[in-house]
């Protein structure tokens, strides 16, 4: 059964906070869901989850972590359990779980940096991301707001490996993505609303997974098989959910 779904209202959330990588890690790593909500920001401070930063700052990383990450509680339990230390698994991570809590990010990667990747001149910077962002939001928020925006959007790209690094332009490139990553977001995906399939959705499409390259994956996890006959698919899963998965696949948590 479905028990969770992806955003779909934007909101300016990526002000406060770009990818942020070990900052996401630091969360799942030591929240506990023992601790009433209204007190992870009071237990990040006292046990410095992330360094020395002020109470104020803390209480708004630890909302906005929130929204990335509780909104999947059986998600958060299997990272929380298992901490990769792999770097690519992470940034895949902290990318998906982004776009989950996030349109306007979800939309940002998966279609226009797909569009400018197509370009004679792959490049992509703030002015064409804050005319998208215009004909998204029309007159919503200032001009101000979607030039910060924009800015935080491509820098969150660039963290999550989907662009070049740079001051003013940026080349859009596809990301590694590694296995154990990969499996992951199918088992969260089949528990998960979101618009599309399986194997058509923006969180593949970002990455730069699409039709013949996916099923080539697909068909290498541990996990998972998919098979294909004509215009049919389908998925044969190994473990009932993400959580079993989880705890027969990942040798950190086997045996725990």
């Not at 925006?149 to 859009?172: D, Q, Y």
Request: hydrophobic share 40%; glycine share 4%; with cysteine.
């Amino acid at each position: 059964m479905k028990t969770a779904a992806e955003s779909t209202r934007d909101h300016t959330q990526l002000l406060r906070m770009t990818l942020a990588m070990a900052d996401n890690r630091a969360y799942w790593s030591n929240v506990d869901p023992a601790i009433p909500k209204d007190r992870v920001a009071v237990a990040a401070f006292e046990n410095r989850w992330f360094g020395d930063r002020s109470m104020p700052r803390i209480q708004r990383m630890a909302a906005d972590l929130r929204n990335r990450y509780d909104a999947f509680p059986q998600a958060l339990e299997v990272l929380h359990r298992w901490r990769p230390d792999d770097p690519t698994t992470i940034r895949n991570l902290c990318h998906w779980h982004l776009q989950l809590s996030d349109p306007m990010y979800r939309d940002f990667t998966a279609n226009l940096l797909v569009e400018r990747r197509l370009h004679p001149a792959p490049r992509i910077d703030r002015d064409a991301t804050v005319r998208w962002l215009r004909d998204r939001v029309r007159d919503r928020w200032a001009v101000a707001t979607l030039r910060k925006i924009a800015r935080n959007l491509i820098t969150a790209a660039s963290e999550a490996g989907l662009c070049t690094a740079g001051k003013k332009e940026r080349v859009p490139v596809y990301p590694s993505v590694s296995d154990a990553a990969l499996t992951y977001l199918l088992y969260l995906l089949r528990q998960t609303r979101f618009e599309g399939t399986l194997l058509d959705n923006p969180y593949l499409i970002s990455v730069g997974l699409t039709e013949g390259d996916l099923e080539k994956r697909v068909r290498r996890l541990d996990g998972v098989a998919f098979n294909r006959m004509g215009d049919l698919e389908s998925f044969e899963w190994a473990y009932e959910d993400l959580k079993a998965w989880a705890e027969g696949a990942l040798p950190q948590l086997k045996n725990v």
